[in-house]
C-alpha cells in the first residue's frame, strides 16, 4: 500500500509541475501571437483548466509537507494537551469540510458533463470540476494520513504487528 501511495504522490508532482509549465507555456505563446495579429483564444481557457488541476495538486503537495501557511501565535503558548486538542479540532474541521468538496464536486462534475468548456466543442466542463474532486480526495487522504500519525505519536493508536501475510 505504501508502494502506491509513494507513486502517487510522485505522479502528483509530476503532474502538477507538468500543469503549471503547460499554463505558463500557453499563456505567453497566446500573449505573442495577440501582439503578431493573430490571436488564439484557447489558449487562455486552456490554461484556466490546467491552473485548476495544478492548484489542487500544488495544494495536497504543500499540505503533505507541512509546508502551508500557518499561525501558531495562539497554539504556541497553550498547555500540550490543549493544542494538541485543537490540532485533533482542526483536522476534524478539515476532514468534514473536505468530504463535503468531495461530494460537491462530484455532483457538480456530473451536473457539468454536457457543458463544453468555454464552447470548445467535444471537451466536457467535467474535465475542469474534476479537479475539485481529485484535489479533494487527495486532500482528504493526506489529512487522515496526519491524523493516523498524531493518534501514533500521542499513543492512542497502537502498532499493527506485521504478520507477514
Not at 56 to 81: G, H, N, Q, Y
Not at 101 to 116: H, I, K, P, Q
Not at 117 to 136: C, D, E, K, L, R
Amino acid at each position: 500500500m505504501r508502494s502506491i501511495y509513494s507513486f502517487i504522490c510522485r505522479l502528483e508532482a509530476v503532474l502538477a509541475g507538468t500543469f503549471l509549465l503547460l499554463m505558463v507555456a500557453l499563456i505567453f505563446t497566446g500573449g505573442v501571437a495577440r501582439m503578431l495579429g493573430h490571436p488564439l483564444n484557447w489558449t487562455i481557457d486552456l490554461a484556466t483548466c490546467f491552473f485548476a488541476w495544478g492548484c489542487f495538486l500544488c495544494a495536497d503537495i504543500a499540505w503533505r509537507k507541512d509546508a502551508l501557511m500557518s499561525i501558531e501565535l495562539v497554539t504556541e503558548r497553550l498547555p500540550r494537551r490543549a493544542a494538541r486538542a485543537l490540532l485533533y479540532f482542526n483536522y476534524l474541521i478539515l476532514t468534514a469540510f473536505l468530504a463535503y468538496v468531495v461530494y460537491a464536486g462530484t455532483w457538480l462534475s456530473w451536473v457539468s458533463r454536457a457543458r463544453s468548456f468555454q464552447g470548445i466543442p467535444g471537451v466536457s466542463y467535467s474535465w475542469v470540476t474534476a479537479s475539485i474532486v481529485v484535489g479533494g480526495l487527495l486532500l482528504l487522504v493526506t489529512t487522515l494520513l496526519k491524523i493516523r500519525t498524531a493518534m501514533h505519536e500521542d499513543g492512542l493508536l497502537r502498532a499493527v504487528p506485521a504478520t507477514g501475510r
